[in-house]
């Protein structure tokens, strides 16, 4: 053979070998590859029973599916999320170090992204961090408006894949008005924070803006995670009114229930309790019949008959041997939104791609969900929208459902972009005429 041959033929074959070998390379860091999120959700405490571990034990029955790749459609195409296995480090909500761990998780453990955070509390003590360690942050539950309307404006890093409080409020008047329309008189008892006190606003503006001159006869606003509510009860009794308000969660909401109801306060006036979907599996034949049940949006319960639905339910009953209630379809919700934007951000590329592309994605993203459509459609596309639904308790056959159910679109009981919540519901639901 020619020299000149020669040479080329060593050449074209050293370079097919090292292309081989990078080929390979590639192939084993692709499926090396690894997308780690952080989690953050209560752990221990009054609130880990009924909202910290449902959603904790959904987010790993959804990460597990989804690295398998069993996760149903249209989530089934890539395994984990782009390609790239998923793996997690979790902190408890509960710890009294809120910002510390989150600073950890993003700065230790090197998360690509949080998802967490139940209590309102926290996240309006979370927001301005995550814009100031710009790393990207999906809020999956806590329900303040305050958070984009007051705390962080003009989110960059920061979003919330579930509906804020006002939804929860507006539904609940809607529901109360349209099923006793000569309700006079309401009272509220609600957490002594963010949370309670912008759902108890939210509430009375509506129903005054729906029937004025509806009286108030008492407000309670006891401590967060107080336990004991005797004393508001007895003012709830004492000053009765045609229907109670609470929006109670976690170990607060039991307690409530079990309290009030040995009182007689649930025979007595209509409770309606915007969070109840939470705790009716876990109370069953213990929440009074006819209680007025709300689950801040489409979720458990009320949720969409569908493959995803069905899929969430089996997996959830077979691996932990109760209901899934809805802070596992919201925990869900998050990491389908995480899934869906990172996806569509990195195009035919394996694994995360640059975080940037990721939030573009993010930003009026619409996905689907166990619970139905999604959309990031209010704070500039960083707040997510959707309806939400409300029905009355019932015990039937050692099943705890709810009967006399009522759907409200997402524009029925959320405002618009550029609208503040209680703005919106004082200027009369400005784009909710047919409602």
């Given at each position: 053979?020619?020299?000149?041959?020669?040479?080329?033929?060593?050449?074209?074959?050293?370079?097919?070998?090292?292309?081989?070998?990078?080929?390979?390379?590639?192939?084993?860091?692709?499926?090396?590859?690894?997308?780690?999120?952080?989690?953050?959700?209560?752990?221990?405490?009054?609130?880990?029973?009924?909202?910290?571990?449902?959603?904790?034990?959904?987010?790993?029955?959804?990460?597990e599916a989804l690295n398998k790749g069993e996760f149903p459609a249209p989530y089934d195409g890539k395994k984990g999320i782009n390609g790239a296995k998923i793996t997690t480090v979790f902190v408890d909500e509960a710890s009294g170090e809120v910002v510390a761990d989150y600073r950890k998780m993003v700065q230790k453990d090197e998360v690509d992204l949080v998802i967490g955070y139940i209590s309102s509390g926290n996240c309006k003590a979370i927001a301005p961090v995550a814009e100031e360690v710009e790393r990207l942050t999906l809020f999956f539950d806590c329900g303040t408006p305050q958070v984009f309307e007051d705390v962080v404006t003009d989110p960059h890093y920061l979003f919330r894949t579930g509906a804020h409080a006002t939804l929860d409020s507006v539904g609940a008047a809607r529901y109360l008005l349209a099923d006793k329309p000569d309700t006079g008189s309401i009272a509220g008892i609600n957490q002594?924070?963010?949370?309670?006190?912008?759902?108890?606003?939210?509430?009375?503006?509506?129903?005054?803006?729906?029937?004025?001159?509806?009286?108030?006869?008492?407000?309670?606003?006891?401590?967060?995670?107080?336990?004991?509510?005797?004393?508001?009860?007895?003012?709830?009794?004492?000053?009765?009114?045609?229907?109670?308000?609470?929006?109670?969660?976690?170990?607060?909401?039991?307690?409530?229930?079990?309290?009030?109801?040995?009182?007689?306060?649930?025979?007595?006036?209509?409770?309606?309790?915007?969070?109840?979907?939470?705790?009716?599996?876990?109370?069953?034949?213990?929440?009074?019949?006819?209680?007025?049940?709300?689950?801040?949006?489409?979720?458990?319960?009320?949720?969409?008959?569908?493959?995803?639905?069905?899929?969430?339910?089996?997996?959830?009953?077979?691996?932990?041997?109760?209901?899934?209630?809805?802070?596992?379809?919201?925990?869900?919700?998050?990491?389908?939104?995480?899934?869906?934007?990172?996806?569509?951000?990195?195009?035919?590329?394996?694994?995360?791609?640059?975080?940037?592309?990721?939030?573009?994605?993010?930003?009026?993203?619409?996905?689907?969900?166990?619970?139905?459509?999604?959309?990031?459609?209010?704070?500039?596309?960083?707040?997510?929208?959707?309806?939400?639904?409300?029905?009355?308790?019932?015990?039937?056959?050692?099943?705890?459902?709810?009967?006399?159910?009522?759907?409200?679109?997402?524009?029925?009981?959320?405002?618009?972009?550029?609208?503040?919540?209680?703005?919106?519901?004082?200027?009369?639901?400005?784009?909710?005429?047919?409602?």
């Amino acid at each position: 053979m020619h020299k000149k041959t020669m040479t080329t033929f060593w050449t074209l074959a050293l370079g097919l070998l090292t292309a081989a070998g990078l080929s390979q390379t590639g192939t084993a860091h692709a499926q090396d590859e690894e997308i780690k999120i952080g989690f953050a959700m209560f752990l221990s405490g009054a609130a880990a029973g009924p909202f910290g571990v449902p959603a904790r034990n959904g987010a790993e029955l959804v990460v597990e599916a989804l690295n398998k790749g069993e996760f149903p459609a249209p989530y089934d195409g890539k395994k984990g999320i782009n390609g790239a296995k998923i793996t997690t480090v979790f902190v408890d909500e509960a710890s009294g170090e809120v910002v510390a761990d989150y600073r950890k998780m993003v700065q230790k453990d090197e998360v690509d992204l949080v998802i967490g955070y139940i209590s309102s509390g926290n996240c309006k003590a979370i927001a301005p961090v995550a814009e100031e360690v710009e790393r990207l942050t999906l809020f999956f539950d806590c329900g303040t408006p305050q958070v984009f309307e007051d705390v962080v404006t003009d989110p960059h890093y920061l979003f919330r894949t579930g509906a804020h409080a006002t939804l929860d409020s507006v539904g609940a008047a809607r529901y109360l008005l349209a099923d006793k329309p000569d309700t006079g008189s309401i009272a509220g008892i609600n957490q002594n924070y963010a949370w309670g006190q912008d759902s108890w606003r939210d509430f009375t503006a509506a129903v005054e803006a729906l029937k004025p001159g509806v009286e108030i006869t008492t407000e309670q606003f006891p401590k967060i995670f107080a336990g004991q509510y005797g004393s508001e009860i007895s003012a709830l009794l004492t000053n009765p009114a045609d229907a109670v308000h609470s929006s109670f969660w976690g170990g607060d909401l039991e307690a409530f229930v079990l309290q009030g109801a040995a009182r007689g306060l649930f025979a007595r006036t209509d409770v309606i309790l915007t969070t109840g979907e939470s705790a009716m599996h876990r109370l069953a034949n213990q929440m009074p019949e006819g209680t007025v049940i709300g689950a801040r949006g489409p979720h458990g319960v009320f949720a969409p008959e569908g493959p995803m639905k069905a899929w969430l339910e089996k997996a959830y009953m077979d691996r932990y041997g109760v209901r899934a209630t809805y802070p596992t379809y919201k925990i869900t919700q998050a990491i389908l939104a995480a899934k869906s934007a990172i996806e569509m951000a990195a195009g035919d590329s394996m694994g995360m791609p640059d975080q940037e592309s990721v939030i573009d994605a993010l930003e009026g993203l619409e996905w689907e969900t166990p619970s139905g459509t999604v959309r990031m459609g209010i704070a500039n596309g960083h707040q997510a929208v959707q309806g939400t639904a409300y029905g009355r308790f019932k015990y039937s056959n050692g099943e705890a459902t709810v009967v006399d159910m009522t759907r409200f679109d997402a524009e029925c009981v959320m405002p618009p972009d550029g609208m503040d919540g209680l703005e919106w519901i004082e200027s009369g639901f400005k784009g909710a005429e047919d409602c």
